[in-house]
């Protein structure tokens, strides 16, 4: 990842969020006293865009079945790259 790459989180194969990276990656050794957050390793993000707010109706969530915690996209014509261009073209999924 690198600063301004964009980036779709998901939950249980549903898209979540897209959000756009706003800095280099951070290890934080003392996360708890530094930040109040229970996590080490970290970035910043910036343009937070939820899926909900654009598609309210759960039943026509698209499905993006993901098997790796992180994972690169490797193709444009997958189903999540689609649903990025299309997020940020159109401003909305």
């Known amino acids: 990842m690198s600063v301004g790459d964009h980036v779709l989180i998901q939950a ?5 969020a897209l959000v756009e990276i706003a800095s280099d990656y951070a290890y934080v050794p003392n996360a708890r006293e530094a930040h109040g957050v229970w996590f080490r390793h970290l970035r910043l993000i910036r343009n937070t865009a939820f ?3 654009y598609v309210t109706n759960p039943k026509k969530w698209q499905r993006i079945p993901m098997t790796d915690t992180i994972a690169p996209l490797r193709s444009d ?3 999540a790259y689609q649903l990025i261009e299309q997020w940020l073209l159109k401003g909305r999924p």
């Open 77 to 79: 014509d997958g189903i």
């Open 12 to 16: 249980h194969h549903h898209p979540f």
């Open 51 to 53: 899926y909900a707010d």
